[in-house]
């Protein structure tokens, strides 16, 4: 799962942290079931051609069970997460979205094992060239109108180009620097009229599989869709040496400017250089949120309740003053929309690297209950334990309906994530909230 706090981990595993505390008020609790959600390993390989999704998803779910011995006592629930691609899926494997929707919930109601859906919304595009590529006559889908479904780095409606022609988003959200397909425009009305019909598809899926778990008497085993991941804005001219050396160092060696993107989304949003933002940052950061506001408002209209879905936010990057948010333009609160349920990536770092209190002051605030973890591991750099259990209690003793576990991280880091997330403690851990102890 790409995460732009992947980059925070980076950097505080090479500077420590200091030591956790988690003397917190409960906020509230809930009559809902509590999920724990996790990524089966090789869950993948029900995404490749000429796979049987349902029987690839259903044995991976199986042997992830077995670690557990128990899927839950209903009120502490476990479930399994399946990635949603659906610019890449929808454009290299048509019908393959549905199929894997399906089978989930074929799964769910057979193993008694809660399904969960995590949509990859701007990220998974690089298939759809016809799209972004607006540069390249010689590559399939070009069009030079494309130039306004992808950001731009000034007011006359550059996107931003290589030394060679290329058009590229840089990026470390696996942990290493790398070149990705342009930046979206996400209030392009191209790309709003595909998320609107990604939104009928997955929407009319999931509703029909609620219904069939309806009828089994077994509602409960949808446990709920991500609607975002973690969305951004880059600003590449607000990095920072000591944290992005390596974006630094590769969009130098393209001969890129270090430029702040973002004027396509304001110039649709009806500023201009005659009428700039007063607040810059506050304008991207509007985008942000009506990008994802934009997904669950539709997945909504498709059947899908408000109370299913959560959005994913970088709470470890959302440290006023940070680098890392002058980065994203993605603070806090841009979780609270009111088409879903806030979700936050609550990996320890960043504001959240000692306790929890950025985010229950702001659920607080919003008058807020129900919220998500929605990209999670007790993982914590530096060297300084976090005991598994008190993670989950700082999620679920104060309102939270679902943790989505995660590991997935390019090497060395995603060897430190997995064994935070699978040591023998935090497994004990697991098994002991299964159990509802």
């Not at 349902?54 to 557990?68: H, L, P, Q, S, Y």
């Not at 609160?333 to 609550?346: E, V």
């Amino acid at each position: 799962m790409k995460s732009v706090t992947i980059l925070c981990l980076l950097l505080l595993a090479g500077l420590g942290c200091t030591k956790h505390r988690t003397e917190l008020p409960v906020i509230g609790t809930t009559d809902e079931p509590k999920y724990l959600i996790f990524f089966p390993d090789n869950i993948g390989e029900a995404y490749e051609p000429n796979q049987d999704p349902e029987a690839r998803i259903d044995a991976r779910v199986g042997e992830f069970i077995d670690r557990f011995g128990t899927t839950g006592n209903g009120k502490h629930q476990l479930g399994f997460a399946l990635i949603l691609p659906v610019w890449n899926l929808d454009a290299i494997l048509p019908g393959r979205m549905e199929a894997i929707i399906t089978a989930g919930f074929h799964v769910a109601a057979k193993r008694n094992i809660a399904v969960y859906f995590s949509i990859s919304a701007s990220y998974s595009w690089p298939a759809r060239s016809d799209l972004w590529n607006f540069y390249d006559p010689n590559l399939q889908g070009y069009d030079t109108a494309n130039r306004n479904n992808v950001e731009w780095v000034d007011w006359a409606g550059h996107p931003l180009l290589t030394r060679d022609g290329k058009s590229y988003r840089y990026s470390m959200n696996s942990g290493a620097a790398e070149r990705l397909a342009p930046h979206m425009c996400y209030n392009s009305p191209a790309i709003l009229a595909e998320v609107s019909r990604f939104c009928r598809i997955i929407g009319g899926n999931i509703n029909h599989g609620m219904q069939e778990l309806k009828t089994q008497g077994k509602e409960s085993l949808f446990a709920g869709i991500t609607v975002s991941d973690e969305p951004g804005l880059d600003n590449y001219a607000a990095m920072t040496k000591n944290v992005f050396q390596p974006l630094i160092d590769l969009i130098n060696n393209d001969g890129v400017p270090l430029a702040t993107l973002g004027y396509c989304a304001l110039t649709n949003a009806g500023y201009s250089a005659a009428n700039p933002p007063q607040d810059f940052a506050k304008a991207l950061a509007d985008v942000n949120s009506q990008f994802i506001g934009f997904w669950a408002r539709e997945l909504n209209k498709n059947g899908i309740p408000t109370s299913k879905m959560y959005n994913h936010i970088p709470a470890g990057a959302g440290e006023i003053g940070s680098p890392l948010l002058a980065f994203t333009n993605a603070p806090l609160d841009i979780a609270f929309n009111g088409y879903a349920r806030p979700g936050w990536t609550t990996y320890p770092i960043g504001p959240i690297r000692n306790n929890f209190n950025a985010l229950y002051d702001l659920l607080s605030q919003h008058s807020v209950l129900h919220w998500g973890g929605t990209e999670c591991n007790p993982y914590v750099p530096g060297g300084i334990k976090l005991e598994p259990y008190e993670y989950l209690r700082m999620h679920y003793d104060h309102g939270a309906t679902v943790m989505v576990m995660n590991s997935g991280a390019a090497p060395p880091l995603a060897d430190s994530l997995y064994l935070g997330l699978w040591n023998a403690q935090a497994v004990e851990a697991y098994k002991r909230f299964l159990q509802g102890r």
